[in-house]
């Protein structure tokens, strides 16, 4: 049955009379039609860009239904000093109301335009991000470069999708890993000092939105190992207000922070590494960026284990060309306080977002489930902590927390490694 036919004889029903998986099906195939409206603004937005009428030739759907982001790619006249193409990005949800920043949608939607069009001019020398062309706040759209790209890096990290992983695709996900953290260094040491551009540009683009940086939910931490029975140990407060103070004043490690740099927010040119989806991105304590690899990428839907030699290469590499920039972070004392903090906030983060509906019911997550992450990173950070010898009073009730846990969900495997390291 072709499509047309499934549209027809459906189109005299309401959808929501259909089964389920039948109303999926013709959901599914129904023709979608681009909005003229987007078409016809981003034309004016490419005008204003360029600085003479431009019109686009075609219009074409590259993301998926159901997705939280519309994803446009449209195609320019060879004659507008424009690409042949570039990519409208519009934000999707009905709570988007460029006029409520309350809003989580309309705060991410800025947060994205805010980083695409400050990281489009913060260095000639490398492109960390899409190039930027312009906007509409009313629609709720950007327009960014179509990055030519052969993969991402969570294709590396997932390899074939075999049981084990031979030795050339563990190496291409270790050469992918190391260049996943200098493209983080580098965004940072670019970004540094630049905090007041970023807030100017912030006012004139959103004057009303807050842009907070992180912090730990103290009152929720306390609720939930009440709710467990913990005690916490006697310096436990003290180490929760010692990483959010890291957090919210970092000194000298002020950097932009991507904050969600998940190996599918990764493109891989085959000249270097762009990072895409800025929807968190805020100036902030760096190392939120590089603990991600000893955490296994808090944020994301590929969460699996990376062998620990590797992630102090992935250290290495970054506190490399960090340093050039910010000398401090050769000292051994230094450098170790800043990532064992930066992981103490995801742990804090992860526990403040999934524990509590994880204690009712476990639930898959991409390739794995909440209970696996959290007992992964409770793992994670005590060894971190006891291999530098820091925060001792959160490690020791992280530790009480991870053998409760442990007893009551002794069905849940352990978080595997990356397919490609298996």
């Known amino acids: 049955m ?85 990519i409208i990005k519009k934000v999707k949800a009905n709570s988007y109301n460029p006029n409520n920043p309350n809003s989580w949608d309309t705060l991410r939607f800025f947060r994205d335009w805010l980083g695409a069009q400050f990281l489009s001019t913060v260095s000639d020398q490398y492109p960390h991000s899409p190039r930027f062309y312009g906007g509409d706040l009313t629609l709720g759209f950007i327009i960014l470069e179509d990055v030519p790209h052969h993969a991402r890096l969570v294709e590396s990290l997932l390899g074939s999708g075999s049981a084990s992983a031979d030795l050339s695709v563990r190496n291409q996900a270790e050469r992918a890993l190391l260049q996943h953290a200098a493209c983080l260094a ?42 467990l029975g913990i005690q916490p140990e006697s310096n436990w407060l003290h180490d929760l207000n010692t990483i959010n103070e890291a957090m919210n004043h970092p000194g000298d490690f002020l950097a932009y922070v991507h904050a969600d740099a998940c190996p599918d927010n990764v493109l891989d040119t085959g000249e270097g590494l762009r990072l895409i989806d800025f929807e968190t991105g805020h100036f902030g304590h760096a190392f939120v960026d590089i603990a991600y690899g000893r955490m296994m990428f808090p944020s994301c839907w590929c969460a699996n284990r990376l062998p620990h030699p590797v992630v102090q290469q992935m250290e290495n590499t970054y506190r490399a060309i960090l340093s050039k920039h910010r000398p401090s972070v050769e000292s051994d004392s230094i450098f170790e306080t800043a990532l064992v903090r930066a992981c103490g906030y995801w742990l804090l983060t992860t526990l403040t977002r999934h524990l509590e509906p994880a204690l009712s019911k476990d639930l898959n997550w991409g390739i794995s489930t ?53």
């Open 2 to 86: 072709s499509k047309p036919n499934v549209v027809r004889k459906f189109s005299r029903f309401p959808l929501k009379s259909l089964p389920l998986r039948l109303m999926n099906f013709v959901y599914a195939h129904v023709p979608r039609r681009v909005d003229p409206l987007i078409v016809a603004a981003a034309e004016r937005v490419l005008s204003t860009a360029v600085g003479h009428p431009t019109q686009l030739t075609q219009v074409e759907f590259i993301s998926e239904r159901g997705r939280r982001n519309l994803l446009l790619r449209c195609h320019c006249p060879s004659d507008t000093g424009l690409p042949s193409s570039l």
């Open 186 to 227: 580098q965004l940072h040491v670019d970004t540094l000092g630049k905090a007041a551009e970023f807030e100017a540009l912030a006012k004139e683009i959103a004057p009303k939105a807050q842009f907070m940086r992180e912090g730990v939910d103290i009152p929720t931490q306390q609720r939930l190992l009440n709710n």
């Open 370 to 422: 909440t209970r696996q992450r959290i007992l992964a990173r409770l793992e994670a950070f005590i060894t971190t902590t006891q291999e530098f010898n820091q925060l001792p009073g959160l490690r020791g009730t992280a530790s009480r927390l991870l053998d409760l846990l442990q007893q009551r969900w002794s069905d849940t495997p352990s978080l595997p490694d990356y397919p490609a390291f298996r």
